[in-house]
């Protein structure tokens, strides 16, 4: 819906092959990276025009503390 708005507003186009491959390599690089990070704070910022929230914070790949009642799917494959 983003992409679509900013089209909308003068924006250029990505196409939908592109914003499925990087949202994959995005979890893929996470996945590798979260467990060689001091901290990390993941943060939920997939509705428009709203503040993003934060989910959770990880230390050293753990989850220390769960900061919403609901996970998004997309994080909940980061926090296995």
Known sequence: MR???RVINGGH???ISKIISRY???KTNA???LPLVDRAYLY????ENETPRLICRM???TLIKQ???TI???AKDLLK
Do not use: A, C, M, R
């Open 31 to 33: 996945t590798l990276i």
């Open 44 to 47: 939920d910022n997939s509705i």
């Open 72 to 74: 998004p799917e997309w």
């Open 24 to 26: 994959y390599k995005s």
């Open 67 to 69: 900061y919403s009642d």
């Open 13 to 15: 186009e990505v196409p």
């Open 3 to 5: 992409i679509t708005n």
């Open 59 to 61: 230390v050293d790949g």
